[in-house]
C-alpha cells in the first residue's frame, strides 16, 4: 500500500468534497432527523458523501467504505483488507446554522480499523491536516506538534455532547463541570474531527468525548498521535475505536494521566 499516494488522493477528494459543502453553505437546506431529534443531517451531507464514495470507489474498487450517511459500498467488509471511513460533514450543526466550524473527515485503516492514513480538511479555511501512520501529521504541509502545557490549570480543552444526551444521564455534564472549573478554560465547538484536529496543532491541549461514531475520529486520531499526542478511552486504554462504550480522550501526552483521573473520578 503506498500510504503517501492515498492521503494525495484522500486529500483531493476532501478538498473536492468541500467544494460541494460549500456550495450549499449558509442557503436554505432541506434536512432531516436521524436517531434523535436533535441529530440532523442535510442534504449536502448526502451530497458530498455521495461523491466522495464514487471517487474513493473508483480508484480503490478492492476496499469497503463506511460512510455517516450510508456507506457499505465496495468490497464486502468481510472480505476487504483496507477501509474508508467517511464523514463528509463533521459538524454538520454547525453547518446547517452557518457557522464556519465544520470539515470533511476521511480515513484510511487496516481491517482492524487502525488509521493508516487520514485528513481533516477545515473546508471554510481551506486548511488540510493530514497524516501517514508512523509518518507524522501536516497542516497545509508544515509538521504538527501537540502542545507542552502540562499543568491542567494551564490548560484549553474541548469536548462534545452525545446526540442522547436529553434521555441519557451520561450526557457529559458531569465531565463538564469538573474540567470547567480545574482548567483555562473548556470549549465546545462542534465538529469531533476538527476538534482532533486542534489538538495535533497544540491549540488546545485535550479532548474528551463519549458517543461518537468512528467515521468523526479516526482521522484525527491518526492527527493527534503523529504528532506526539495520546488517545486512548477514559480509562486508558488503547484502540478506544474498538472499544462498544465510544469513549475517547485524546491529549498532548502530559495531561493524560490527570484527565483519566478526572474522567474515572
Ligand atoms: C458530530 C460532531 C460533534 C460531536 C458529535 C458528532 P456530525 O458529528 O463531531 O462535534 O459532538 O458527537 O456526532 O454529526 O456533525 O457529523
Keep these: 500500500m503506498d500510504t503517501h499516494a492515498v492521503l494525495q ?27 434523535s431529534s436533535i441529530d440532523i443531517v442535510t442534504e449536502a451531507d448526502k451530497a458530498v458523501e455521495l461523491y466522495i464514495a464514487e471517487e474513493i470507489l ?4 478492492e476496499h469497503h467504505l463506511v460512510g455517516e450517511e450510508g456507506g457499505g459500498q465496495g468490497a464486502a467488509s468481510e472480505t476487504a483488507e483496507y477501509f474508508w471511513y467517511v464523514d ?22 487496516d481491517a482492524n480499523r ?32 501537540v502542545s507542552q502545557t502540562s499543568e491542567l490549570i494551564n490548560s484549553v480543552l474541548v469536548t462534545g455532547f ?32 476538527l476538534d482532533l484536529a486542534y489538538v495535533a496543532a497544540g491549540r488546545v491541549d485535550g479532548y474528551w468525548e463519549r458517543g461518537i461514531n468512528s467515521w468523526d475520529v479516526l482521522a484525527g486520531m491518526l492527527l493527534v498521535e503523529e504528532s506526539g499526542g ?32 478526572i474522567l474515572q473520578a
Design 9 to 35: 488522493d484522500a486529500i483531493a477528494i476532501a478538498q473536492a468534497g468541500g467544494k460541494i459543502a460549500l456550495s450549499y453553505f449558509r442557503k436554505p437546506l432541506k434536512m432531516e432527523t436521524k436517531a
Design 58 to 61: 473508483k480508484r480503490y474498487p
Design 88 to 109: 463528509p460533514i463533521d459538524g454538520t450543526t454547525n453547518f446547517a446554522n452557518g457557522i464556519p466550524y465544520f470539515s470533511v473527515s476521511i480515513a484510511l485503516t
Design 114 to 145: 487502525c488509521p493508516l492514513a487520514g485528513v481533516v480538511y477545515d473546508v471554510t479555511r481551506d486548511d488540510v491536516y493530514a497524516a501517514i501512520q508512523g509518518q507524522g501529521a501536516t497542516f497545509n504541509g508544515k509538521p504538527l506538534q
Design 162 to 193: 452525545p446526540y442522547d444526551r436529553t434521555t441519557s444521564p451520561d450526557n457529559n455534564l458531569k465531565e463538564w463541570s469538573a474540567f470547567i472549573v480545574q482548567t483555562r478554560s473548556v470549549r465546545c465547538l462542534g465538529s469531533a474531527a
Design 230 to 261: 495520546k488517545v486512548t478511552d477514559y480509562a486508558g486504554n488503547d484502540t478506544p475505536q474498538n472499544k462498544p462504550d465510544k469513549r475517547y480522550l485524546a491529549s498532548n501526552g502530559h495531561l493524560h494521566a490527570t484527565m483519566i483521573d
